[in-house]
């Protein structure tokens, strides 16, 4: 577990299954997910119970965001954060955050989580650099990531269509400061 003043990040359990459910499917999300169709629960189970092999098996790594309780205990899961896309031969992985339980955004728990996930990235695994893509439009991604150190690098245009309307995203990197 990767434990931080606000909130953990541990591995998927498969009592995590009826949360990534709702949140995967939530239809307001998929547009900076990539989805574009509904998850079964099937296959959620699935990508459960491969959650647990290595990051350089499955190229991905998910750990659930807890929220810590007054006395430091575990309170309740309030989002997942991902490593994808983990290119071992250039040191660098994809970022991607969700604090799914919407009362908790906007109180720093995403931010506490890309602090704690840097750090395990560019330490643990000896990443060079972590990016993200987000649209030009999402605001307060932006404000996140910047503040968690990811500079913008580049914009692509007409990346993303979304509604039948074309939206440029950024890109943002973060390299390792060590």
Same mark, same amino acid.
């Given at each position: 577990?990767? !434990?931080g003043k606000n909130v953990h990040l541990r591995a998927i359990e498969p009592t995590d299954i009826d949360l990534m459910y709702r949140w995967e499917n939530d239809p307001e999300v998929w547009?900076? !997910?990539g989805t574009q169709v509904p998850f079964s629960r099937h296959t959620m189970e699935m990508f459960i119970n491969i959650s647990h092999q290595d990051?350089? /098996?499955n190229k991905q790594l998910r750990l659930a965001i807890e929220k810590k309780n007054h006395d430091n205990? /575990?309170?309740s899961t309030i989002g997942y954060v991902?490593?994808?896309d983990f290119d071992p031969a250039n040191l660098r992985s994809g970022v991607g955050i969700l604090i799914g339980d919407t009362a908790e955004r906007r109180k720093g728990f995403a931010l506490e989580t890309l602090h704690?996930? !840097?750090a395990y990235a560019f330490s643990t695994l000896n990443l060079h650099q972590l990016y993200c893509h987000i649209h030009v439009n999402n605001e307060s991604s932006i404000r996140l990531f910047s503040a968690a150190g990811f500079k913008l690098s580049g914009e692509m245009k007409h990346w993303t269509l979304? +509604?039948?309307t074309? /939206? +440029?995203v950024y890109f943002l990197q973060k390299i390792n400061p060590f």
């Amino acid at each position: 577990m990767i !434990s931080g003043k606000n909130v953990h990040l541990r591995a998927i359990e498969p009592t995590d299954i009826d949360l990534m459910y709702r949140w995967e499917n939530d239809p307001e999300v998929w547009p900076v !997910s990539g989805t574009q169709v509904p998850f079964s629960r099937h296959t959620m189970e699935m990508f459960i119970n491969i959650s647990h092999q290595d990051i350089y /098996t499955n190229k991905q790594l998910r750990l659930a965001i807890e929220k810590k309780n007054h006395d430091n205990q /575990t309170a309740s899961t309030i989002g997942y954060v991902d490593l994808f896309d983990f290119d071992p031969a250039n040191l660098r992985s994809g970022v991607g955050i969700l604090i799914g339980d919407t009362a908790e955004r906007r109180k720093g728990f995403a931010l506490e989580t890309l602090h704690l996930l !840097s750090a395990y990235a560019f330490s643990t695994l000896n990443l060079h650099q972590l990016y993200c893509h987000i649209h030009v439009n999402n605001e307060s991604s932006i404000r996140l990531f910047s503040a968690a150190g990811f500079k913008l690098s580049g914009e692509m245009k007409h990346w993303t269509l979304i +509604n039948g309307t074309w /939206t +440029n995203v950024y890109f943002l990197q973060k390299i390792n400061p060590f």
